[in-house]
């Protein structure tokens, strides 16, 4: 069975949850299918764990167009490199529309993986302007016509169905976000903390993640000015999606510094050694989304023997199991995509005393770093995954 993945991030162009899960799940398939990787950005090895990659940049013409014209431009240039495959699976709506036409081309099935769900990120028009709805229509038509949806969690196989109605059930299937637990270990080293700013004596809460609306950035800076004076925040963020975010997000980290010490901002994607290092230093990792399908950050730092404080939303409670390998906080969310809460100081609040319960009481948070660290064993291994996919993909080939 040849089976072709389409995909904008694959390494070493990561740079969120959607691009580990290609990787790691091409990792593991390429043991059991042809698997070709058709993926955005510069040319890259043509042999990744025995997948081959072929890399496709935007067309030269599309340069100065908007964004959202561009991947579609890419998504064209895939095209030929489809044929001949058994099945074609896409991740993205930056890569739904190369799946769906070469379904349509040539008459084979389409897979795709559900990341994220434009209708519920309507901030991206900040971003995108016209090319929002461009990139809502893309994901609607592929979604639509597709053989068969896998949503990495039950909460984002709930949230398909609410934003496309017209979806058949029937084709939803759930297969989890995974970790490899080789790869995400724990390992404690007191000086490359202390070279990166962090006090390795003090309490720490640690934020992994791009600054974007969805990643509830603010409301954490909020919640750590509630924190015990004692305790550090440290922020491994990346680039903003907009200036507005990064203004916004500036100023609440500069109003932090005037009054507590411990502000450390590492403002660059860390090479995996180090944010090995940096999760497992951290007394719990924070996550305070208002939108996530999954949350794979979570199984990191859990992977690392790390606690988790984490919102209740999407798929993270499927993660997280509260009391056990952190704690999740309430959030009542307006329904209209945006994931705002409905009461933005109870959330900060919440979140505030839920990190100052783990903080306080170190052993406990030791406890349910090491049963954070046993569940990223025993319940999301890629191993399980792929096979689970492999059944998805048997499910829409013809018998025979």
Known sequence: MRVDIVSKEFPPEVYGGAGVHVAELSRVLAEHVDLRVHCFGAPRAADFHGARVSTYGVPAELDASNPAVQTLGTDLEILQGLEGADLVHSHTWYANMAGHLGSLLYGIPH??????????????????GGGYALSSWVEKTAYDAAAAIIAVSEGMRQDILRSYPEV???????????????????????DAVAALGIDPERPSVVFVGRNTRQKGLPYLLRAAALLPPEVQLVLCL??????????????????LREKRSGIVVIERMLPRDELLK???????FACPSIYEPLGIVNLEAMACGTAVVASATGGIPEVVDPGVTGLLVPIDQVTDGTGTPLDPEAFVSDFAAALTEVVADPERARQMGE??????????SWAAIAQSTLEVYRSVLPAG
């Open 111 to 128: 897979v795709l993986s559900a990341h994220s769900l434009e209708p519920l990120r309507p901030w991206k028009a900040e971003q995108l």
């Open 168 to 190: 058949d059930p029937g084709k939803v299937r759930v297969v989890h976000n995974g970790i490899d637990v080789e790869l995400w270990h724990p390992d404690a080293d007191p």
């Open 238 to 255: 990346g680039a903003a999606d907009t200036p507005e975010l990064a203004a916004e997000t500036a100023v609440l980290i500069e109003e």
């Open 278 to 284: 940096v999760l497992s230093s951290a007394t719990v």
């Open 371 to 380: 049963a954070g660290r046993r569940r990223a064993t025993e319940h999301f």
